[in-house]
């Protein structure tokens, strides 16, 4: 099946320092990939969404200056969270699409916990 | 907007029996997926089913399987022979064929009792 790696799976830094997550389309070619944050307890909230060698559209309310991403080639996708906060810490999730635009499905990566002292 | 919602933030069911999770969604378009995810304790997103509304046969996967009411814009999963391994938080999510994001549901944590 269709597999999605994230890298790291856990991340500890400090307030200020910039982080970045790694999304990877292990056997498939990946033209659209996703980043979504998940609070304790709570459903995925999708932050921006990838589309390989153009610029990543986010969704309303994230700041494009602090979650960088970058989508360079059709397996990888980064995530960079620049001068991170502890607000910033978070469960964050990619997934990527396969298939045909119109009837793909997404698969997900297994998750980064980014925690931010 | 399309919104999907999920009444039941818990569900609790004996191992072995049938336990049903609803969900519900808005939307004015015709053509979209409809999808159920699950997310276990390693918070890894797990697609259960998947089902196209243009489909009137309701879609099926070993125990899994939906109820997919399009005119009254349900679409409620049910697990048989409930398994300790089918715990997790189950989400509904939707997506508009012409669109690439999913709209996710609020999730339900099912437990199953042993």
């Known amino acids: 099946g269709a597999v999605v790696s994230q890298h790291p799976s856990r991340v500890i830094c400090k307030s200020g320092t910039s982080v970045k997550i790694e999304c990877r389309s292990l056997?498939?070619?990946?033209?659209?990939m996703f980043w979504y944050r998940q609070f304790p307890k709570q459903s995925l909230m999708l932050m921006a969404t990838?589309?390989?060698?153009?610029?990543?559209?986010?969704e309303q309310g994230v700041e494009k200056d602090k979650f960088l991403i970058n989508h360079a080639s059709l397996t990888l996708s980064t995530l960079t969270v620049t001068s991170a906060h502890p607000e910033d810490s978070s469960f964050y999730i990619c997934?990527?699409?396969?298939?045909?635009?119109?009837?793909?499905?997404?698969?997900f990566g297994p998750g980064t916990r980014l925690t931010v002292l | 907007a399309q919104t999907v919602t999920q009444s039941q933030p818990e569900m609790s069911v004996q191992e072995a029996e049938t336990v049903t999770l609803s969900c519900t969604y808005d939307?004015?378009?015709?053509?979209?997926?409809l999808f159920w995810y699950k997310q276990p304790p390693s918070r890894q997103m797990i697609l259960v089913i998947r089902?196209?509304?243009?489909?009137?046969q309701n879609a099926t996967e070993n125990r899994f399987s939906v109820n997919f009411q399009k005119a009254a814009k349900s679409f409620s999963l049910k697990i048989s022979d409930s398994q300790l391994g089918d715990a997790a938080m189950y989400f509904c999510?939707?997506?508009?064929?012409?669109?690439?994001?999913?709209?996710f549901g609020q999730g339900t944590r099912l437990t199953i009792n042993p």
């Open positions: 997934s990527a699409i396969t298939g045909t635009f119109l009837t793909d499905t997404q698969y």
């Open positions: 056997d498939f070619q990946a033209t659209t």
């Open positions: 990838s589309n390989e060698g153009s610029k990543a559209t986010y």
């Open positions: 939307t004015s378009e015709s053509d979209y997926y």
């Open positions: 089902q196209e509304a243009y489909k009137q």
């Open positions: 999510a939707y997506k508009f064929q012409g669109a690439q994001k999913l709209v």
